[in-house]
């Protein structure tokens, strides 16, 4: 029996800018100015009390939020 080869001859993950790389860069990009075009004050309410803040800070504080979820759900587990 041969060894398995594990090399990455795959076709979309040659060098520093994959396909897939590219398209999280736009999105990044298209987020940072969507938050920069949209900071007006905007009131939220969070359960009981009203907080009126920039619109560009509320979105930042979802994005951690998420991911903060995301990467506790999605994380590798040592076994």
Known sequence: MSPKDVSSGGKGS???FSPSRIV???IALLSLVFMVE???E???RLLIPL???PLALA????????TVCGGYLFRRRAK
């Open 24 to 26: 999280v860069l736009v």
């Open 14 to 16: 040659t060098g520093p």
């Open 38 to 40: 949209n900071t007006g």
């Open 59 to 66: 979105l930042l504080a979802m994005f951690v939020a998420g």
């Open 42 to 44: 905007v009131t939220i």
């Open 51 to 53: 907080v009126t803040m």
